[in-house]
């Protein structure tokens, strides 16, 4: 890089970094960068105040400006890249504060920063106790003012985010009994005042919330999806190519379930089949236990298949979801280390202990999913997706790469990852492909709901009937298109994502073996796929690897 390249990129990420000091060192946020300077402000909590945002956005509007002015004389393709990368990054900053403008309508927000940004300061490497007790007292005296803030900007809020704003402070009470006595145990000194001044800031927001009812979920739509896919996935597609692209991957996974159920069991349905099937002991076997044993065979197996030499930057730390985020993480769920510090770790969420309120009946089938589809959300969430797709950035020396996350790559990375267990012999149990199958349908479906209500392609009624179809009940499905609607553009980057990684390898993977094909895409970082082809053709160009 250049000293003018430099001075931009280190501009960016300093200034994110100490704004969003939690989101930043937390890939619960996926509209920022995983900005590395962050882990000097663990004692520092994000400010949401409305002057601060102004502030904020005039930044990035002027950062785009530079962007391009630097990219209008720019001829070296690595670079160019570069530029294109962190405007495009900072668009999704844009995006989530000035056009969806979740910190006036989405509580969560100011809950997960309140509290993941208390659970690193517990938690994250530091110099010694004395440096993690002064900066877990700071972090827990800012929660009130940041929850003041929520009262403060939040004009509506959309039912779904209601309710679970709700469920998540009942959880955060239960974490707060939990770590107060963490406190006492490590020495931390008596935190009963400063404890107390935080229960009594979630109870107001509480109060808030339910003196401020909600709005239905229909009536609160996003019109942000075509500008999210233009300015911050980068992605040339336009929503009727992502549409098709979608109904094929939904007709073909179809097919091939049908094709099953009528060589495993003719006189069932494959939807019967997919529920009835127990691979494990769901009752006997422990699931973290079933989830470490299926990690390791998993990495053995793929290390000699298709990514052998990759090394990761940090090890998994495989653990039950922390209790102040088990009603809105999903029950297996991955999150990143910020940095390759070795004290670091990766670490892969299990949720087997369930709150009240979701109910026996529902914890009964989550956990039956867990034990069900264990080999593909194991694969999905470690190796080879997410883990290690984030142990291979953090060790990129690039820092524009190292620290920036794509959601159109990462989710596509790891559907694409999941889908090598079937490709390369490692699932051969015709129920496993039930599973893997009936996984690839869903994902579908999410992508056409994602695109096909917002650009009018498709009816509610058939957005029902998609659900209903991949094995859900229409209550469910109601509830799932609600909630894709409030965040437009995440659903469909599991199947566009893996489409444009299996498009690139049709292109450019002969003459390599997959090893190199995978070591060439990731080498990159997480680009757009338009300019991941660039440095493909660039390849050839230079005489390595030969296009289909």
Sequence with gaps: MN????????????????????????????????????????????????????????FLREFQ??????????????????????????SGVLIEFETKKSWRHNPL??????????????????????????????????IPRLLKQAIDNIDTVPMTYHQASLDMIGDCKVYLHEISKEFINDGLGDVN????????????????????????????????????????????????????????????????LNKLQADVDPDKSWRALYHAYSPSDIYGKDTISLYKHEIERLERFFRNHGFRGFDLSSSLELCETPTYLRSVRSSASFSAALTADPMERDVFYITTQFTEQRGEEAADLVKRRLHREYKFLAAHETFPG??????????????????????????????????????????????DHVVDWKRRLWRAARCQIDVGLTAGM???????????????????????????????????????????????????????????????????????????????????????????
């Design 65 to 90: 400006n530079r962007c391009d002015v630097a990219t209008s004389n720019e001829t070296d393709l690595e670079r160019f890249i570069d530029l294109a990368l962190l405007k495009a990054n900072a």
């Design 386 to 431: 997410h883990h290690l797709l984030d142990s291979v950035r953090r060790k990129l020396d690039n820092p524009i790469r190292r620290q920036i996350e794509s959601p159109l790559f990462y989710e596509g990375w790891a559907y694409y990852g999941e889908s090598l267990l079937a490709e390369y012999g490692y699932v051969d149990n015709p129920m």
């Design 458 to 548: 498709l009816s509610r009624d058939e957005a029902v009937d998609l659900v209903t179809a991949a094995g859900f009940s229409p209550i469910e499905a109601n509830y799932q298109i609600d909630h894709f609607r409030l965040n437009p553009g995440y659903q469909l980057c599991y199947s566009l994502g893996r489409y444009e990684i299996m498009q690139l390898r049709k292109t450019y993977a002969k003459g390599m073996d997959l090893d190199q094909f995978h070591r060439r895409l990731l080498e990159g970082g997480q680009l757009p796929f338009h300019l991941i082809e660039k440095r493909f053709e660039a390849s050839l160009q230079n005489g390595i690897g030969e296009r289909s």
């Design 3 to 58: 000293n003018s390249h430099t001075k931009l990129t280190d501009d960016y990420f300093d200034y994110i970094a100490k704004c969003f000091p939690v989101m930043c060192a937390s890939d619960e946020f996926d509209f920022l960068p995983r900005a590395q300077k962050a882990t000097q402000y663990y004692d520092q909590v994000d400010s949401l105040d409305r002057s601060a945002i102004e502030q904020c956005l005039s």
């Design 193 to 256: 005042e400063e404890l107390q001044k935080t229960l009594k800031a979630l109870e107001t927001v509480e109060q808030f919330l339910r003196s401020h009812p909600p709005i239905p979920d229909q009536t609160f739509v996003l019109f942000a999806l075509e500008t999210t896919l233009r300015d911050h996935f980068s992605s040339t597609r336009s929503l009727s190519e992502i549409f098709e692209i979608a109904q094929e991957e939904w007709s073909h996974s179809l097919e091939q």
């Design 109 to 142: 927000l100011y809950l997960k920063i309140a509290f993941i940004g208390l659970d690193h300061a517990l938690t994250k490497p530091a110099s010694g106790p004395e440096e993690r007790t002064e900066r877990t007292w700071a972090r827990l005296r800012a």
